[in-house]
């Protein structure tokens, strides 16, 4: 089946600093990729969906200079939390959907987990 | 609103057990409702989904049936085995073929043998 890679699975920051994180699909193309979030025992939530080549769209609530989007090609989008702060520390999953996909064929990486001291 | 609600964790059962996992959701139509699984270390899979009223997905033993009537997608298991151990999500479709999904917040599943 599809695999999607998100990179890395765990990471510890100091406050004040940037972290990115990378999702792949590895054998499709994602024209449309979505970035979730969960804190502990809620929901995943998403944050924002991305297409190839143009700007992510962001759900209510989701400062969009804070975690920036970036969907370069049809294998790769970046999250950025910039400026970390230990309020944004949360597990993050991304997931990807191939063209032509519907709702249905949607592929989700490991996700990672982002601790911010 | 539209939410999705499932009951919480972690749930430990032994090994043979029956397994029900609550799942309620709410919205305006009849989304498409789904369950996800999460082993250690792995991204979700799709477990089963079902996308109309009455519709019962399947997939390794495990059920769900959508209940318009009760608003639910319940999942079930007659008899859990330890590599059943993971987190399981309930979720259904944002509106319109966005690929957008509305999760419960998981529910842990350990199973002892």
């Known amino acids: 089946g599809a695999v999607v890679s998100q990179h890395p699975s765990r990471v510890i920051c100091k406050s004040g600093t940037s972290v990115k994180i990378e999702c792949r699909s590895l054998?499709?193309?994602?024209?449309?990729m979505f970035w979730y979030r969960q804190f502990p025992k809620q929901s995943l939530m998403l944050m924002a969906t991305?297409?190839?080549?143009?700007?992510?769209?962001?759900e209510q609530g989701v400062e969009k200079d804070k975690f920036l989007i970036n969907h370069a090609s049809l294998t790769l989008s970046t999250l950025t939390v910039t400026s970390a702060h230990p309020e944004d520390s949360s597990f993050y999953i991304c997931?990807?959907?191939?063209?032509?996909?519907?709702?249905?064929?949607?592929?989700f990486g490991s996700g990672t987990q982002l601790s911010v001291l | 609103g539209n939410s999705v609600t499932q009951m919480e964790g972690p749930v430990t059962l032994s090994e043979e057990a029956f397994l029900t996992i609550n799942c309620t959701y709410t919205a305006t139509g009849y989304p498409s409702l789904f369950w996800y699984v999460q082993y250690p270390g792995e991204g979700l899979q799709l477990l089963l989904k079902?996308?109309?009223?009455?519709d019962k997905g399947s997939n390794k033993g495990f059920e769900a049936t959508y209940r318009k009537e009760t608003t639910s997608f319940h999942l079930e298991k007659g008899s859990v085995q330890v590599s059943d151990s993971a987190v399981y999500f309930c979720?259904?479709?944002?509106?319109?073929?966005?690929?957008?999904?509305?999760f419960g917040q998981g529910t842990t599943l350990q199973v002892k043998p």
């Open positions: 979720a259904r479709a944002g509106s319109g073929n966005t690929g957008k999904l509305i």
């Open positions: 079902a996308t109309k009223a009455d």
């Open positions: 991305s297409n190839e080549g143009s700007k992510a769209t962001y």
């Open positions: 997931s990807a959907r191939g063209q032509g996909g519907d709702n249905e064929k949607l592929f």
């Open positions: 054998d499709f193309q994602a024209t449309t």
